[in-house]
T-cell receptor, first 110, second 113 residues
Framework: KNEVEQSPQNLTAQEGEFITINCSYSVGISALHWLQQHPGGGIVSLFM???GKKKHGRLIATINIQEKHSSLHITASHPRDSAVYICAVRPSGSARQLTFGSGTQLTVLP | DSGVTQTPKHLITATGQRVTLRCSPRSGDLSVYWYQQSLDQGLQFLIQYYNGEERAKGNILERFSAQQFPDLHSELNLSSLELGDSALYFC????????????FGPGTRLTVT
């Protein structure tokens, strides 16, 4: 079993829809990252969380440390949000570095 | 633009060859991370340097090595290349070696034929 599981693997939505991508992990962590990978391959860091909730524009990320679960929400989705969204965790208590989920391919149709 | 630069953008080479990928971190960042993204394995951490010293090692093959120079740029050397080494190689940088935001470069796409 992977340490980081994302769901769904693929998601197609209509423009304007509210989108949720989920990430579950099985280890204690010091931080969780949400990344966006554009069709051209470039990676952008969206959020780094260790507790609670963060908001940036139409994006909201939440984390529940006790349940080992995080969600990324996109409000009023737009075709330009189409990308792969990747969850990554940094396990706590060691020099271990980021462990990545397999990503969620999001397609937003006009 | 993250401020992290990587060269070259694309690299095509033959099996058995050796290549060097280069990364310049954001101004002020002391940590450099190297990641490999392949179709079958996804994103994997390879190695981290902080202020010239190796800080953490991940799933890096013995055929691969890296270093960080006094001016903080880093190079990833891949030798005895195999078809399976074809992947996107990303560099990222951060201010510290611990928990912190990482800023990713645009990647180098390596194709081994």
């Amino acid at each position: 079993k992977n340490e980081v599981e994302q769901s769904p693997q693929n998601l197609t939505a209509q423009e304007g829809e509210f989108i949720t991508i989920n990430c579950s992990y099985s280890v204690g962590i010091s931080a969780l990252h949400w990344l966006q990978q554009h069709p051209g391959g470039g990676i952008v860091s969206l959020f780094m969380l260790s507790s609670g909730k963060k908001k940036h524009g139409r994006l909201i990320a939440t984390i529940n440390i006790q349940e080992k679960h995080s969600s990324l929400h996109i409000t009023a989705s737009h075709p330009r949000d189409s990308a792969v969204y990747i969850c990554a965790v940094r396990p706590s208590g060691s020099a271990r570095q980021l462990t990545f989920g397999s990503g969620t391919q999001l397609t937003v149709l006009p | 633009d993250s401020g992290v630069t990587q060269t070259p953008k694309h690299l095509i080479t033959a099996t058995g060859q050796r290549v060097t990928l280069r990364c310049s971190p954001r101004s002020g960042d002391l940590s450099v991370y190297w990641y490999q993204q392949s179709l079958d394995q996804g994103l994997q951490f390879l190695i981290q340097y902080y202020n010239g010293e190796e800080r953490a090692k991940g799933n890096i093959l013995e055929r691969f090595s890296a270093q960080q120079f006094p001016d903080l740029h880093s190079e990833l050397n891949l030798s005895s290349l195999e078809l399976g080494d074809s992947a996107l190689y990303f560099c990222a940088s951060s201010v510290t070696y611990g928990v912190g935001e990482q800023y990713f470069g645009p990647g180098t796409r390596l194709t081994v034929t």
